[in-house]
Nanobody
Framework: QVQLVESGGGLVQAGGSLRLSCAASGTISGINAMGWYRQAPGEQRELVASITSGATTNYADSVKGRFTISRDNAKNTVYLQMNSLKPEDTAVYYC?????????????WGQGTQVTVSS
């Protein structure tokens, strides 16, 4: 069984911080690109941040300077450090990764974790 398991969401006041974690489990041989997406009610899912296997990062303009994506390859885990949170950051956050299996590469989504920022 291969899956992505997210944790770290919750309720925080504006200006506060949260760190999301997403760990890949199961029989995998490696992980390529990983990323975080978010989806607010009634809106499309959008890319928040991504990181390649070579540690190249990309951020949505709305989170630049506030969010930091990182990865720990030894733990098969990607993190999203979220600082200076704003109410408009409220959404369900999903991790995404290309997992390397014995027979090839497949894309997986995490289950989603709710982030709510109060004013």
């Amino acid at each position: 069984q291969v899956q992505l398991v997210e944790s770290g969401g919750g309720l925080v006041q504006a200006g506060g911080s949260l760190r999301l974690s997403c760990a890949a489990s199961g029989t995998i041989s490696g992980i390529n690109a990983m990323g975080w997406y978010r989806q607010a009610p009634g809106e499309q899912r959008e890319l928040v941040a991504s990181i390649t296997s070579g540690a190249t990062t990309n951020y949505a303009d709305s989170v630049k300077g506030r969010f930091t994506i990182s990865r720990d390859n030894a733990k098969n885990t990607v993190y999203l450090q979220m600082n200076s949170l704003k109410p408009e950051d409220t959404a369900v956050y999903y991790c995404n990764a290309d997992l390397l299996l014995s027979y090839g590469k497949l894309n997986y989504w995490g289950q989603g974790t709710q982030v709510t920022v109060s004013s």
